[in-house]
């Protein structure tokens, strides 16, 4: 099953409908979606900056990430060794997922980058070959 989003990042006719709607019935909401037209690409980027010095500076204070706040030794040395060995673990292979989550986002924005191209280049062909065709004299 392919799931995209129906509002992509970029111009495109949604958006700019979108845009214009959202500065007809507020000028913030427009704004937003210009911003987001603009930007929208780097929201990713952004959430996962987020995140990591969240978990960052969660762990210069104490807070071992996923082991919950309030969780401390339980007295039992090998218990509290094992957690710590299982947390990062876990930790080992959600960064694992982040970073082949990147590599496909990355994939997928090469794919709608020659998919764009494509079109673009069969724009240019039939446009050339609709003016060689009407014989128009501001042919390329």
């Not at 006719?13 to 979606?33: E, N």
């Not at 069969?122 to 014989?135: D, V």
Request: hydrophobic share 40%.
């Amino acid at each position: 099953m392919r799931c995209s989003a129906v509002v992509r990042p970029g111009f495109h006719p949604l958006s700019i409908a979108l845009m214009v709607g959202g500065f007809m019935i507020a000028w913030p909401i427009g704004l937003a979606m210009l911003g987001y037209m603009l930007w929208g690409d780097r929201l990713a980027g952004f959430a996962d900056g987020l995140r990591q010095g969240f978990t960052g500076a969660a762990a210069r204070h104490g807070f071992t990430p996923g082991a919950g706040f309030g969780y401390s030794a339980t007295g039992n040395a090998a218990f509290d060794a094992y957690r710590a060995s299982e947390l990062e673990r876990l930790e080992a292979e959600r960064r694992r997922l982040d970073e082949e989550r990147r590599e496909f986002e990355a994939y997928m924005t090469h794919l709608r980058r020659a998919r764009d191209q494509e079109e673009f280049d069969r724009f240019k062909a039939e446009r050339t070959a609709w003016k060689q065709r009407s014989g128009d004299p501001t042919k390329p």
